[in-house]
């Protein structure tokens, strides 16, 4: 009996992944714990291993294209099996439709169109198209009297019907996009599928999320001094400013309970648990590990885990599970002599906190006098449909007040 292969969700945000490279061809004979095909998410690549022995008898999904989670990858059976791919729910209905034609002579009655729009103005898609319009730069208000799911709702294939129209215009019409000439000497790289999807994801992001980014400066004098008295003490460890800055967002964050969530189509969740997002520079992108828990964990435990969970990302062997789940992510490159930045909102959460370097330079003090500080630029990024300015603003000036006097986490 035929086995299917399909999509597997990766994590909890996963909506679709890219075919990177099939290991087997069709015709190959598989074992269970063969990988037959590598895949990119927007956080990770991964191998889809066989579950079962036998051949590998049609290859659905083919390389570079995008599949939704559950989406048909391929067809496992027995040497020489009839293969019959599924229909999927829309080419089902099409062809009930026809046959019911054909043997009544009656077409089926044409329902009225639906206006995709709510009340309040919002249009109605699914994740999917939504995502799958901002991919393809099609305008989701310009399909507003043409959904076709429930309800007038505009679902993929509604998107991918007006992107395809939008190729048949005339070549005038796409005059205005850029074209670059390679000259001798130049090279030129394809695209790998993680920095790809990691564009589709950021470029979908800024579009769909109002990014407001609020920025200041702190006197981390007395951090340096808590951080050099812990590496003193502790010689088996050593505590980066990273790890301590997890520590204290995820303690501000209990405060400004709002600043924890994430949205959905309809509503917004508050999270119950704190999990801290830690951004990884890798040689082809960025990844995001996540420390559980961070608010109920001691800086040791901390440490320990984002030790772990960078190395692992380096060697490409984090799990799904430890790239899921996050509700606020930092982002710092001080490291890399960065005053400030502007970080991307990742999405569905509802705040990024975007980390810069630490430089001497001089300040005026309450006495008004001229010194010397270690100073720091903090940059958050949030949601504006979830987070207002004034209470991004108490939560960064929360945060502050840790970093210029570390014994405030304990009040």
């Keep these: 009996m035929a086995t299917e292969v399909r999509m597997p969700q990766l994590g909890l945000t996963m909506e679709e992944g ?6 087997k061809q069709e015709g190959d004979k598989v074992s269970a714990g063969d990988v037959l095909v590598e895949i990119t998410t927007d956080k990770l690549s991964s191998e889809i291993e066989s579950e079962v022995d036998g051949y590998l008898l049609k290859i659905v999904a083919e390389e570079g294209e995008d599949i939704p989670v559950r989406g048909l990858l391929a067809v496992i059976g027995e040497e ?17 439709e026809e046959l019911k034609t054909e043997l009544t002579g009656i077409a089926p009655k044409e329902e009225p169109k639906q206006e995709a729009v709510t009340e309040r103005g919002r249009i ?14 099609v305008e989701l208000s310009e399909l507003t009297g043409s959904g076709s799911g ?8 509604d998107v991918l019907a007006a ?35 990691i564009g589709q994801r950021m470029q979908a992001n800024k579009q769909i999320a109002p990014h407001v980014t609020i920025t200041t400066e702190v006197n981390v004098d007395n951090t340096i001094a808590l951080r050099n008295k812990l590496n003193a003490k502790n010689t088996d460890v050593r505590f980066s400013y990273t790890d301590i800055l997890v520590k204290m967002s995820a303690t501000a964050l209990r405060s400004y309970p709002v600043m924890n969530s994430s949205i959905t189509e309809d509503s917004f969740i508050i999270h119950d648990r704190v999990n801290i997002g830690v951004a990884v520079a890798l040689e082809d992108g960025l990844i995001v590990p996540v420390v559980r828990d961070a608010d109920r964990k001691g800086l040791r435990a901390i440490t320990a885990e984002t030790r772990e969970l960078i190395t692992k990302a380096r060697e490409n062997t984090l799990s799904p599970d430890q790239m899921a789940g996050a509700t606020f992510t930092i982002s710092n490159l001080g490291n890399y002599d960065v005053d400030g930045f502007t970080p991307v909102i990742n999405l569905p959460e509802a705040a990024i906190l975007g980390v810069g370097r630490i ?11 001229i010194v010397p500080a270690s100073m720091m630029v903090l940059s958050l990024s949030f949601d504006h449909r979830v987070v207002d300015g004034a209470t991004a603003a108490e939560f960064l000036k929360k945060l502050k007040g840790y970093l210029e006097d570390p014994d405030n986490m304990y009040l």
């Design 18 to 23: 890219t075919i990177g490279k099939w290991i």
């Design 80 to 96: 020489g099996e009839e293969v019959d791919l599924p229909l999927d729910a829309a080419e089902a209905e099409a062809t009930a």
């Design 124 to 137: 109605k898609a699914s994740p999917l198209a939504k995502k799958t319009a901002a991919d393809l730069g």
């Design 150 to 157: 429930p309800g007038g709702r505009i679902i993929q294939r």
């Design 163 to 197: 992107a395809e129209s939008k190729k048949a215009q005339p070549a005038a019409s796409q005059a205005a996009q850029p074209v670059v000439t390679e000259v001798p000497g130049d090279i030129v790289k394809p695209l790998s599928n993680m920095r790809k999807v």
């Design 359 to 369: 430089i001497r330079k001089p300040i005026v003090n309450e006495n008004d006098q």
